[in-house]
Protein backbone atom coordinates (compact mmCIF):
# COMPACT_ATOMS: atom_id res chain seq x y z
CA UNK A 1 0.00 0.00 0.00
CA UNK A 2 1.34 3.18 -0.88
CA UNK A 3 2.02 6.32 1.80
CA UNK A 4 0.84 9.54 1.52
CA UNK A 5 4.43 10.45 1.26
CA UNK A 6 4.46 8.12 -2.25
CA UNK A 7 0.88 9.82 -3.50
CA UNK A 8 2.38 13.54 -2.74
CA UNK A 9 5.40 12.77 -4.80
CA UNK A 10 2.98 11.29 -7.30
CA UNK A 11 0.62 14.22 -7.38
CA UNK A 12 3.66 16.66 -8.21
CA UNK A 13 4.89 14.45 -10.94
CA UNK A 14 1.61 14.91 -12.68
CA UNK A 15 1.42 18.37 -11.96
CA UNK A 16 4.92 18.74 -13.80
CA UNK A 17 7.16 19.35 -11.00
CA UNK A 18 11.05 18.57 -12.00
CA UNK A 19 12.35 19.51 -8.67
CA UNK A 20 11.46 20.49 -5.17
CA UNK A 21 13.87 22.89 -2.99
CA UNK A 22 14.64 22.61 0.34
CA UNK A 23 16.64 21.21 3.22
CA UNK A 24 15.76 18.33 4.70
CA UNK A 25 15.04 17.11 8.21
CA UNK A 26 12.42 15.46 10.96
CA UNK A 27 8.95 16.02 9.31
CA UNK A 28 9.93 15.55 5.88
CA UNK A 29 12.00 12.81 6.07
CA UNK A 30 9.18 10.77 4.46
CA UNK A 31 8.94 12.68 1.88
CA UNK A 32 13.09 12.96 1.03
CA UNK A 33 12.40 9.57 0.56
CA UNK A 34 9.65 9.19 -1.08
CA UNK A 35 11.28 11.11 -3.57
CA UNK A 36 14.67 9.12 -4.16
CA UNK A 37 12.67 5.80 -3.97
CA UNK A 38 10.29 7.69 -7.61
CA UNK A 39 13.10 8.92 -8.85
CA UNK A 40 11.79 11.77 -11.26
CA UNK A 41 12.10 14.14 -9.36
CA UNK A 42 15.24 15.93 -8.14
CA UNK A 43 16.07 16.98 -4.50
CA UNK A 44 17.32 20.62 -4.46
CA UNK A 45 19.56 20.72 -1.08
CA UNK A 46 19.65 24.25 -0.34
CA UNK A 47 21.42 25.95 2.20
CA UNK A 48 18.78 28.26 3.90
CA UNK A 49 14.69 27.83 3.22
CA UNK A 50 14.35 31.32 1.51
CA UNK A 51 16.77 30.55 -1.11
CA UNK A 52 14.62 27.60 -1.88
CA UNK A 53 11.74 29.62 -2.22
CA UNK A 54 13.39 32.00 -4.28
CA UNK A 55 14.76 29.50 -6.92
CA UNK A 56 11.04 28.02 -7.03
CA UNK A 57 9.67 31.48 -7.33
CA UNK A 58 12.03 32.31 -10.30
CA UNK A 59 11.52 28.81 -12.09
CA UNK A 60 7.93 29.42 -11.98
CA UNK A 61 8.15 33.08 -13.24
CA UNK A 62 10.41 31.95 -15.85
CA UNK A 63 8.44 28.45 -16.65
CA UNK A 64 4.86 29.91 -16.62
CA UNK A 65 4.43 26.30 -14.79
CA UNK A 66 4.02 25.21 -11.29
CA UNK A 67 7.23 25.13 -9.07
CA UNK A 68 7.99 23.58 -5.94
CA UNK A 69 9.72 24.22 -2.11
CA UNK A 70 9.71 22.98 1.01
CA UNK A 71 9.86 23.44 5.04
CA UNK A 72 10.02 21.67 7.68
CA UNK A 73 8.52 22.15 11.28
CA UNK A 74 8.82 25.61 12.59
CA UNK A 75 12.20 27.08 11.43
CA UNK A 76 11.60 26.06 8.50
CA UNK A 77 8.23 27.40 7.81
CA UNK A 78 9.48 30.74 8.92
CA UNK A 79 12.31 30.38 6.24
CA UNK A 80 10.05 30.43 3.68
CA UNK A 81 8.10 33.32 4.52
CA UNK A 82 10.43 36.03 2.26
CA UNK A 83 10.68 34.02 -0.71
CA UNK A 84 7.27 32.94 -0.54
CA UNK A 85 5.85 36.75 -0.15
CA UNK A 86 8.68 37.35 -2.99
CA UNK A 87 6.67 34.45 -5.44
CA UNK A 88 3.20 35.33 -4.54
CA UNK A 89 3.27 39.05 -5.09
CA UNK A 90 5.41 38.26 -8.73
CA UNK A 91 2.41 35.76 -9.36
CA UNK A 92 4.45 32.91 -9.56
CA UNK A 93 2.42 29.45 -9.51
CA UNK A 94 4.08 28.14 -6.78
CA UNK A 95 3.35 24.82 -4.26
CA UNK A 96 4.82 25.41 -0.95
CA UNK A 97 4.93 22.08 1.46
CA UNK A 98 5.13 22.74 4.74
CA UNK A 99 5.61 19.39 6.50
CA UNK A 100 4.33 20.26 10.46
CA UNK A 101 4.84 18.26 13.94
CA UNK A 102 2.78 15.76 14.11
CA UNK A 103 -1.06 16.32 14.36
CA UNK A 104 -1.73 14.48 17.65
CA UNK A 105 0.75 17.36 19.39
CA UNK A 106 -1.09 20.41 17.44
CA UNK A 107 -1.94 22.73 20.22
CA UNK A 108 0.30 21.73 23.12
CA UNK A 109 3.14 24.33 22.44
CA UNK A 110 5.24 21.35 21.34
CA UNK A 111 9.33 22.22 20.13
CA UNK A 112 8.93 23.63 16.91
CA UNK A 113 4.81 24.23 16.90
CA UNK A 114 3.88 27.02 13.94
CA UNK A 115 0.82 28.00 13.22
CA UNK A 116 0.95 27.32 9.09
CA UNK A 117 -2.60 29.01 8.54
CA UNK A 118 -1.96 32.40 10.35
CA UNK A 119 2.20 32.20 9.09
CA UNK A 120 1.14 31.99 5.45
CA UNK A 121 -2.28 33.70 5.61
CA UNK A 122 -0.77 36.81 3.80
CA UNK A 123 1.24 35.52 1.10
CA UNK A 124 -0.76 32.76 -0.39
CA UNK A 125 -4.04 31.64 -2.53
CA UNK A 126 -4.90 28.97 -1.05
CA UNK A 127 -3.27 27.65 2.66
CA UNK A 128 -4.66 24.59 4.54
CA UNK A 129 -3.39 21.64 6.61
CA UNK A 130 -4.01 18.20 5.72
CA UNK A 131 -4.56 15.69 9.24
CA UNK A 132 -6.17 12.59 7.79
CA UNK A 133 -5.59 10.69 4.30
CA UNK A 134 -8.94 11.57 2.91
CA UNK A 135 -8.13 15.52 3.28
CA UNK A 136 -4.74 15.21 1.88
CA UNK A 137 -5.72 14.51 -2.10
CA UNK A 138 -8.23 17.13 -2.19
CA UNK A 139 -6.30 19.94 -0.87
CA UNK A 140 -2.97 19.03 -2.69
CA UNK A 141 -5.29 19.30 -5.88
CA UNK A 142 -6.70 22.10 -4.21
CA UNK A 143 -3.35 23.74 -4.15
CA UNK A 144 -2.11 22.82 -7.42
CA UNK A 145 -5.49 24.52 -8.84
CA UNK A 146 -4.95 27.58 -7.21
CA UNK A 147 -1.61 28.27 -7.64
CA UNK A 148 -1.73 27.37 -11.45
CA UNK A 149 -5.01 29.26 -11.95
CA UNK A 150 -4.63 32.23 -9.27
CA UNK A 151 -1.54 32.65 -10.09
CA UNK A 152 0.59 32.64 -6.58
CA UNK A 153 1.38 30.65 -3.85
CA UNK A 154 -0.72 27.74 -2.67
CA UNK A 155 0.75 26.38 1.05
CA UNK A 156 0.07 22.81 1.92
CA UNK A 157 0.41 21.89 5.44
CA UNK A 158 1.55 18.04 6.09
CA UNK A 159 1.85 16.83 9.23
CA UNK A 160 4.94 14.34 9.99
CA UNK A 161 2.79 11.41 11.03
CA UNK A 162 0.42 11.52 8.15
CA UNK A 163 3.07 11.39 5.55
CA UNK A 164 3.71 7.44 6.56
CA UNK A 165 0.00 6.54 6.62
CA UNK A 166 -1.77 4.75 4.09
CA UNK A 167 -3.59 6.27 1.07
CA UNK A 168 -7.27 6.43 0.78
CA UNK A 169 -9.80 6.13 -2.12
CA UNK A 170 -11.54 9.55 -2.94
CA UNK A 171 -14.59 10.22 -4.76
CA UNK A 172 -13.28 13.81 -6.65
CA UNK A 173 -10.60 14.49 -9.21
CA UNK A 174 -6.88 14.48 -8.62
CA UNK A 175 -6.18 15.54 -12.00
CA UNK A 176 -5.21 18.81 -13.05
CA UNK A 177 -7.00 21.06 -15.69
CA UNK A 178 -5.37 23.72 -17.95
CA UNK A 179 -8.25 25.45 -19.59
CA UNK A 180 -7.20 28.71 -21.59
CA UNK A 181 -9.95 31.09 -22.14
CA UNK A 182 -10.57 33.90 -24.53
CA UNK A 183 -11.14 37.20 -22.15
CA UNK A 184 -11.34 40.63 -23.79
CA UNK A 185 -14.17 43.21 -23.14
CA UNK A 186 -17.57 43.24 -24.74
CA UNK A 187 -17.99 44.16 -27.76
CA UNK A 188 -20.18 47.31 -27.12
CA UNK A 189 -16.67 48.36 -25.08
CA UNK A 190 -14.44 47.49 -27.17
CA UNK A 191 -15.83 49.87 -29.87
CA UNK A 192 -16.16 52.75 -27.38
CA UNK A 193 -12.26 52.57 -26.93
CA UNK A 194 -11.25 52.26 -30.50
CA UNK A 195 -13.80 55.38 -31.15
CA UNK A 196 -11.79 56.98 -28.02
CA UNK A 197 -8.27 56.24 -29.45
CA UNK A 198 -9.51 57.45 -33.45
CA UNK A 199 -10.37 60.83 -31.54
CA UNK A 200 -7.26 61.53 -29.67
CA UNK A 201 -3.94 62.76 -31.05
CA UNK A 202 -1.48 62.64 -28.21
CA UNK A 203 -1.47 58.85 -27.27
CA UNK A 204 0.98 57.27 -24.73
CA UNK A 205 0.60 53.53 -24.21
CA UNK A 206 2.36 51.92 -21.08
CA UNK A 207 2.49 48.33 -20.20
CA UNK A 208 3.29 46.04 -17.59
CA UNK A 209 4.07 42.47 -17.24
CA UNK A 210 0.58 41.48 -17.85
CA UNK A 211 0.80 43.38 -21.78
CA UNK A 212 4.13 40.94 -21.67
CA UNK A 213 2.25 37.99 -24.65
CA UNK A 214 1.14 40.76 -26.84
CA UNK A 215 4.49 42.89 -28.18
CA UNK A 216 3.50 42.30 -31.86
CA UNK A 217 -0.40 43.45 -30.98
CA UNK A 218 1.41 46.36 -28.55
CA UNK A 219 3.97 47.56 -31.90
CA UNK A 220 1.11 47.25 -33.73
CA UNK A 221 -1.32 49.12 -31.93
CA UNK A 222 1.55 52.26 -31.75
CA UNK A 223 2.10 52.07 -35.36
CA UNK A 224 -1.44 52.85 -36.35
CA UNK A 225 -1.75 55.59 -33.64
CA UNK A 226 1.58 56.79 -33.73
CA UNK A 227 1.84 56.33 -29.96
CA UNK A 228 4.83 56.62 -27.91
CA UNK A 229 5.25 52.83 -25.42
CA UNK A 230 6.43 53.47 -22.02
CA UNK A 231 6.95 50.09 -20.07
CA UNK A 232 7.42 49.12 -16.30
CA UNK A 233 10.73 47.27 -15.51
CA UNK A 234 9.49 43.67 -15.38
CA UNK A 235 7.65 44.14 -18.92
CA UNK A 236 10.85 45.43 -20.62
CA UNK A 237 12.36 42.58 -21.86
CA UNK A 238 9.14 41.70 -23.18
CA UNK A 239 8.30 44.82 -25.03
CA UNK A 240 11.49 47.01 -25.65
CA UNK A 241 12.74 45.01 -28.43
CA UNK A 242 11.71 45.60 -32.05
CA UNK A 243 9.85 48.39 -30.85
CA UNK A 244 10.15 51.34 -33.08
CA UNK A 245 7.87 53.52 -30.75
CA UNK A 246 9.34 52.68 -27.50
CA UNK A 247 11.05 55.31 -25.25
CA UNK A 248 11.73 53.22 -21.83
CA UNK A 249 10.78 52.98 -18.09
CA UNK A 250 8.93 55.33 -16.17
CA UNK A 251 8.93 54.86 -12.12
CA UNK A 252 11.67 55.25 -9.73
CA UNK A 253 14.78 52.92 -11.81
CA UNK A 254 13.27 54.80 -15.08
CA UNK A 255 13.79 57.50 -17.56
CA UNK A 256 12.86 60.67 -18.25
CA UNK A 257 11.54 60.31 -22.03
CA UNK A 258 8.61 57.62 -20.76
CA UNK A 259 7.84 60.13 -18.09
CA UNK A 260 7.83 62.85 -20.27
CA UNK A 261 5.27 60.92 -22.84
CA UNK A 262 2.88 60.18 -20.56
CA UNK A 263 2.28 63.80 -18.74
CA UNK A 264 2.72 65.23 -22.45
CA UNK A 265 0.08 62.73 -23.84
CA UNK A 266 -3.74 63.69 -23.83
CA UNK A 267 -4.49 59.84 -23.39
CA UNK A 268 -3.11 57.61 -21.62
CA UNK A 269 -3.39 53.66 -22.65
CA UNK A 270 -2.54 51.70 -19.50
CA UNK A 271 -2.59 47.58 -20.87
CA UNK A 272 -1.63 45.17 -17.68
CA UNK A 273 -0.64 47.06 -15.28
CA UNK A 274 -0.39 47.52 -11.70
CA UNK A 275 2.42 50.03 -11.43
CA UNK A 276 2.51 51.11 -7.67
CA UNK A 277 4.15 54.57 -8.21
CA UNK A 278 1.15 57.15 -8.21
CA UNK A 279 3.24 60.16 -8.18
CA UNK A 280 4.75 59.15 -12.03
CA UNK A 281 1.40 58.75 -13.14
CA UNK A 282 -0.05 61.92 -15.06
CA UNK A 283 -3.10 63.56 -13.31
CA UNK A 284 -4.31 65.94 -16.31
CA UNK A 285 -5.01 63.44 -19.49
CA UNK A 286 -7.82 60.97 -19.77
CA UNK A 287 -6.58 57.27 -18.89
CA UNK A 288 -7.83 54.08 -19.88
CA UNK A 289 -6.78 50.70 -18.29
CA UNK A 290 -7.03 47.45 -19.74
CA UNK A 291 -6.21 44.69 -17.11
CA UNK A 292 -7.33 40.94 -16.66
CA UNK A 293 -8.25 41.43 -12.95
CA UNK A 294 -10.55 44.13 -12.48
CA UNK A 295 -9.92 44.77 -8.96
CA UNK A 296 -6.89 46.75 -9.78
CA UNK A 297 -8.77 49.42 -12.24
CA UNK A 298 -8.37 52.52 -11.04
CA UNK A 299 -6.18 51.90 -7.65
CA UNK A 300 -3.18 53.44 -9.12
CA UNK A 301 -4.42 56.33 -11.04
CA UNK A 302 -8.07 58.48 -11.90
CA UNK A 303 -9.00 56.22 -14.52
CA UNK A 304 -11.61 57.52 -16.84
CA UNK A 305 -12.60 53.95 -18.94
CA UNK A 306 -12.03 51.04 -17.07
CA UNK A 307 -12.07 47.51 -18.80
CA UNK A 308 -10.99 44.07 -18.27
CA UNK A 309 -9.85 41.57 -20.37
CA UNK A 310 -6.36 39.63 -21.45
CA UNK A 311 -4.34 42.40 -23.36
CA UNK A 312 -3.65 40.04 -25.87
CA UNK A 313 -7.18 38.91 -26.67
CA UNK A 314 -8.16 42.52 -26.52
CA UNK A 315 -6.00 44.24 -28.72
CA UNK A 316 -6.25 41.29 -31.10
CA UNK A 317 -10.40 42.47 -30.72
CA UNK A 318 -9.05 45.93 -31.14
CA UNK A 319 -7.04 46.40 -33.92
CA UNK A 320 -9.26 45.93 -36.66
CA UNK A 321 -11.44 49.08 -35.25
CA UNK A 322 -8.53 51.55 -34.82
CA UNK A 323 -8.01 54.45 -37.59
CA UNK A 324 -4.71 55.22 -39.18
CA UNK A 325 -3.45 58.23 -37.82
CA UNK A 326 -1.53 60.59 -39.89
CA UNK A 327 0.02 63.20 -37.37
CA UNK A 328 3.26 61.45 -36.29
CA UNK A 329 4.75 65.12 -34.78
CA UNK A 330 3.85 63.61 -30.60
CA UNK A 331 5.54 60.47 -31.48
CA UNK A 332 8.35 62.45 -33.26
CA UNK A 333 8.77 65.27 -30.49
CA UNK A 334 9.07 62.13 -27.82
CA UNK A 335 11.47 59.67 -30.09
CA UNK A 336 13.82 62.79 -30.37
CA UNK A 337 13.84 63.60 -26.59
CA UNK A 338 14.74 59.98 -25.85
CA UNK A 339 17.25 59.79 -28.43
CA UNK A 340 18.95 62.52 -26.36
CA UNK A 341 18.29 60.90 -23.37
CA UNK A 342 20.18 58.10 -24.22
CA UNK A 343 22.88 60.25 -25.44
CA UNK A 344 23.21 61.27 -21.97
CA UNK A 345 23.32 57.73 -20.70
CA UNK A 346 26.54 57.44 -22.89
CA UNK A 347 28.18 59.88 -20.47
CA UNK A 348 27.50 57.20 -17.77
CA UNK A 349 29.38 54.76 -20.03
CA UNK A 350 32.05 56.36 -21.73
CA UNK A 351 33.95 58.27 -18.32
CA UNK A 352 34.81 54.32 -16.87
CA UNK A 353 35.78 55.98 -13.83
CA UNK A 354 38.67 54.97 -12.02
CA UNK A 355 40.77 52.11 -10.03
CA UNK A 356 38.50 50.56 -7.07
CA UNK A 357 35.98 53.27 -8.67
CA UNK A 358 34.41 51.81 -11.86
CA UNK A 359 31.07 52.96 -12.86
CA UNK A 360 28.31 50.99 -12.79
CA UNK A 361 26.99 52.44 -15.26
CA UNK A 362 30.15 50.94 -17.61
CA UNK A 363 29.84 47.46 -15.95
CA UNK A 364 26.44 47.18 -16.63
CA UNK A 365 27.10 47.78 -20.44
CA UNK A 366 29.44 45.50 -20.84
CA UNK A 367 27.29 42.89 -19.56
CA UNK A 368 25.05 43.87 -22.02
CA UNK A 369 27.36 43.72 -25.20
CA UNK A 370 29.11 40.52 -23.56
CA UNK A 371 25.94 38.96 -22.55
CA UNK A 372 23.97 35.99 -24.65
CA UNK A 373 21.33 37.21 -26.61
CA UNK A 374 19.15 34.45 -24.95
CA UNK A 375 20.68 35.16 -21.39
CA UNK A 376 18.83 35.05 -18.20
CA UNK A 377 19.24 38.10 -15.70
CA UNK A 378 18.48 38.05 -12.43
CA UNK A 379 18.99 41.31 -10.68
CA UNK A 380 19.10 42.24 -6.49
CA UNK A 381 17.24 45.08 -4.92
CA UNK A 382 18.90 48.34 -5.25
CA UNK A 383 21.21 49.64 -7.30
CA UNK A 384 21.36 46.56 -9.01
CA UNK A 385 17.92 47.00 -10.43
CA UNK A 386 19.13 50.97 -11.57
CA UNK A 387 21.94 49.48 -13.39
CA UNK A 388 20.24 46.08 -14.73
CA UNK A 389 16.88 48.34 -15.68
CA UNK A 390 18.64 51.16 -17.65
CA UNK A 391 21.89 49.54 -19.23
CA UNK A 392 20.62 45.56 -19.92
CA UNK A 393 18.45 45.66 -23.21
CA UNK A 394 15.73 43.30 -24.43
CA UNK A 395 16.69 41.25 -27.68
CA UNK A 396 12.84 39.57 -28.04
CA UNK A 397 14.94 36.39 -26.18
CA UNK A 398 16.57 37.43 -22.98
CA UNK A 399 14.54 37.47 -19.15
CA UNK A 400 15.05 39.17 -16.68
CA UNK A 401 13.61 38.94 -13.20
CA UNK A 402 14.19 40.46 -9.39
CA UNK A 403 12.13 41.03 -6.64
CA UNK A 404 10.20 43.68 -8.17
CA UNK A 405 7.09 43.87 -6.17
CA UNK A 406 8.30 42.47 -3.20
CA UNK A 407 11.46 44.72 -3.23
CA UNK A 408 13.60 42.21 -0.99
CA UNK A 409 17.61 42.70 -0.72
CA UNK A 410 19.23 39.21 -1.67
CA UNK A 411 17.24 37.87 -4.50
CA UNK A 412 19.15 37.68 -7.58
CA UNK A 413 21.60 34.76 -6.37
CA UNK A 414 19.18 32.49 -5.17
CA UNK A 415 16.84 33.18 -8.22
CA UNK A 416 19.81 32.19 -10.36
CA UNK A 417 19.62 28.74 -8.63
CA UNK A 418 16.50 28.12 -9.69
CA UNK A 419 16.60 29.94 -13.24
CA UNK A 420 20.08 27.90 -14.12
CA UNK A 421 18.48 24.23 -13.35
CA UNK A 422 15.39 25.41 -15.00
CA UNK A 423 17.29 26.40 -18.00
CA UNK A 424 20.68 24.34 -18.03
CA UNK A 425 21.25 25.79 -21.65
CA UNK A 426 20.90 29.24 -21.58
CA UNK A 427 23.20 31.49 -19.87
CA UNK A 428 22.52 33.03 -16.16
CA UNK A 429 23.72 36.07 -14.97
CA UNK A 430 23.29 37.45 -11.52
CA UNK A 431 23.49 41.04 -10.30
CA UNK A 432 24.17 41.03 -7.02
CA UNK A 433 24.70 43.76 -4.56
CA UNK A 434 27.49 43.30 -2.30
CA UNK A 435 24.33 43.77 0.53
CA UNK A 436 21.90 41.22 -0.94
CA UNK A 437 25.13 38.92 -1.69
CA UNK A 438 25.80 38.99 1.92
CA UNK A 439 22.43 37.78 3.31
CA UNK A 440 22.15 34.71 1.37
CA UNK A 441 26.20 33.86 1.46
CA UNK A 442 25.94 30.14 2.18
CA UNK A 443 24.14 29.55 -1.07
CA UNK A 444 27.09 29.45 -3.06
CA UNK A 445 27.40 26.50 -1.82
CA UNK A 446 24.21 24.99 -3.52
CA UNK A 447 25.84 26.30 -6.76
CA UNK A 448 28.85 24.30 -6.27
CA UNK A 449 26.93 21.26 -5.19
CA UNK A 450 25.12 21.08 -8.65
CA UNK A 451 27.83 22.74 -10.91
CA UNK A 452 25.31 25.60 -12.19
CA UNK A 453 27.36 27.59 -14.78
CA UNK A 454 25.61 30.86 -13.29
CA UNK A 455 27.85 34.11 -13.43
CA UNK A 456 27.55 36.18 -10.47
CA UNK A 457 28.39 39.77 -10.95
CA UNK A 458 29.08 41.67 -7.63
CA UNK A 459 28.53 45.42 -7.82
CA UNK A 460 30.63 45.99 -5.12
CA UNK A 461 30.49 49.54 -3.64
CA UNK A 462 30.79 48.99 -0.12
CA UNK A 463 27.22 49.85 0.84
CA UNK A 464 23.85 50.04 0.72
CA UNK A 465 23.79 52.11 -1.91
CA UNK A 466 19.88 52.91 -2.45
CA UNK A 467 19.46 53.52 1.08
CA UNK A 468 22.67 56.05 1.13
CA UNK A 469 20.38 57.59 -1.31
CA UNK A 470 17.44 57.74 -0.21
CA UNK A 471 18.66 58.98 3.78
CA UNK A 472 20.82 61.85 1.40
CA UNK A 473 17.54 63.01 -0.86
CA UNK A 474 15.56 63.19 2.55
CA UNK A 475 18.05 65.14 3.82
CA UNK A 476 20.06 62.79 5.80
CA UNK A 477 23.41 62.37 6.32
CA UNK A 478 23.59 58.27 5.68
CA UNK A 479 24.70 56.69 8.61
CA UNK A 480 25.34 52.86 8.92
CA UNK A 481 24.63 52.41 5.34
CA UNK A 482 28.60 51.44 4.44
CA UNK A 483 29.44 48.05 4.68
CA UNK A 484 33.08 46.05 5.59
CA UNK A 485 32.90 43.22 2.80
CA UNK A 486 35.43 40.23 2.45
CA UNK A 487 37.47 39.58 -0.59
CA UNK A 488 34.41 37.89 -2.26
CA UNK A 489 36.46 36.07 -4.68
CA UNK A 490 38.10 34.48 -1.87
CA UNK A 491 35.21 33.73 -0.58
CA UNK A 492 33.75 32.02 -4.13
CA UNK A 493 36.74 30.24 -3.96
CA UNK A 494 36.43 28.93 -0.84
CA UNK A 495 33.33 28.05 -1.70
CA UNK A 496 34.32 25.70 -5.01
CA UNK A 497 33.52 28.91 -7.49
CA UNK A 498 36.09 30.25 -9.45
CA UNK A 499 36.48 33.81 -7.92
CA UNK A 500 37.85 37.10 -10.10
CA UNK A 501 38.40 40.49 -8.87
CA UNK A 502 38.14 43.73 -11.12
CA UNK A 503 39.51 46.82 -9.57
CA UNK A 504 40.75 48.22 -13.12
CA UNK A 505 38.17 49.53 -15.62
CA UNK A 506 40.26 49.20 -18.37
CA UNK A 507 40.63 45.31 -17.27
CA UNK A 508 37.01 45.20 -16.50
CA UNK A 509 35.73 44.37 -20.84
CA UNK A 510 38.75 41.41 -21.06
CA UNK A 511 38.45 39.91 -17.58
CA UNK A 512 34.20 39.84 -17.76
CA UNK A 513 34.78 37.82 -20.99
CA UNK A 514 37.29 35.71 -19.52
CA UNK A 515 34.85 34.91 -16.46
CA UNK A 516 31.91 34.31 -19.49
CA UNK A 517 33.65 31.68 -21.49
CA UNK A 518 34.45 29.74 -18.25
CA UNK A 519 32.79 26.55 -18.64
CA UNK A 520 30.98 26.44 -14.78
CA UNK A 521 30.37 29.33 -12.12
CA UNK A 522 32.16 32.24 -11.64
CA UNK A 523 31.89 35.24 -9.09
CA UNK A 524 32.89 38.50 -10.50
CA UNK A 525 33.72 40.96 -7.51
CA UNK A 526 33.88 44.63 -9.18
CA UNK A 527 35.14 47.24 -6.96
CA UNK A 528 32.23 50.14 -8.01
CA UNK A 529 32.01 53.24 -6.91
CA UNK A 530 29.91 53.79 -4.05
CA UNK A 531 29.15 57.47 -4.36
CA UNK A 532 27.68 56.80 -8.15
CA UNK A 533 24.05 58.22 -7.86
CA UNK A 534 20.64 56.94 -9.57
CA UNK A 535 18.72 59.67 -10.63
CA UNK A 536 15.06 59.29 -10.81
CA UNK A 537 13.23 60.32 -14.45
CA UNK A 538 11.83 63.54 -12.61
CA UNK A 539 13.85 65.24 -9.80
CA UNK A 540 11.61 67.14 -7.57
CA UNK A 541 13.36 70.59 -5.97
CA UNK A 542 12.52 68.87 -2.79
CA UNK A 543 15.37 66.27 -3.35
CA UNK A 544 17.93 68.34 -5.16
CA UNK A 545 17.23 70.21 -1.41
CA UNK A 546 17.75 67.36 0.94
CA UNK A 547 20.83 66.33 -0.95
CA UNK A 548 22.31 69.73 -0.30
CA UNK A 549 21.44 69.18 3.49
CA UNK A 550 23.06 66.06 3.15
CA UNK A 551 25.52 67.03 1.88
CA UNK A 552 26.05 70.22 4.52
CA UNK A 553 25.44 67.86 7.47
CA UNK A 554 28.50 65.74 6.53
CA UNK A 555 30.34 68.80 5.63
CA UNK A 556 29.25 70.04 9.61
CA UNK A 557 30.14 66.40 10.38
CA UNK A 558 33.46 66.54 9.13
CA UNK A 559 32.56 64.07 6.08
CA UNK A 560 34.07 66.26 3.36
CA UNK A 561 36.22 64.25 1.53
CA UNK A 562 33.19 62.42 1.08
CA UNK A 563 31.38 65.27 -0.11
CA UNK A 564 33.68 66.15 -2.47
CA UNK A 565 33.61 62.15 -3.68
CA UNK A 566 29.93 62.23 -4.48
CA UNK A 567 30.26 65.92 -6.56
CA UNK A 568 33.10 64.67 -8.54
CA UNK A 569 31.15 61.21 -8.93
CA UNK A 570 28.16 62.37 -10.10
CA UNK A 571 28.64 65.88 -11.96
CA UNK A 572 27.58 64.02 -14.65
CA UNK A 573 24.00 64.41 -13.22
CA UNK A 574 24.10 67.92 -13.73
CA UNK A 575 22.82 67.68 -17.24
CA UNK A 576 19.61 65.98 -16.23
CA UNK A 577 18.77 68.78 -13.75
CA UNK A 578 19.57 71.92 -16.10
Given at each position: MAKIADQLVEMLVNAGIKRIYAVTGDSLNEVNDAVRREGSIQWIHVRHEEAGAYAAGAEAQLTGTLACCAGSSGPGHVHLINGLYDAHRSEAPV????????????????????????????????????????????????????????????????????????????????????????????????????????????????????????????????????????????????????????????????????????????????????????????????????????????????????????IKDTLTALLPLVEQHQDNSFAKAQLEFYAQVKENMRIYVEDKGKKDDIHPEYVATLLDEIAADDAIFTVDTGMSCVWGSRYINATGKRRMIGSFNHGSMANAMPQAIGAALAFPDRQVVALCGDGGLSMLLGDLATITQYNLPVKIVVFNNRSLGMVKLEMQVAGLPDWQTDMQNPDFAMVA????????????????????????????????????????????????????????????????????????????????????LI
Open positions: IAIASTISSFEYGTEYFQETNTIKLFADCSHYNQVATTPKQFPRMMQSAIQAALHRKGVAVVGLPGDLTSMDTEEIASSTVNYHPVPVIRPSDDDIHKLASLLNKHQKITIFCGIGAGEAHDEIVALSQKLHAPVAYSFRSKMHIQYNNPYEVGMTGLLGLPSAYHSMHESDLLILLGTDFPYTPFMPTDCKIVQVDIKPERIGRRAKVDVGLNGDKAMGIKGITINDPDEAKHSLREAFLYNGPVLINVMTDPNALAMPPKVELSQVKGMAVSMTKLMLNGRMDEVIDTIKANYKHLKD
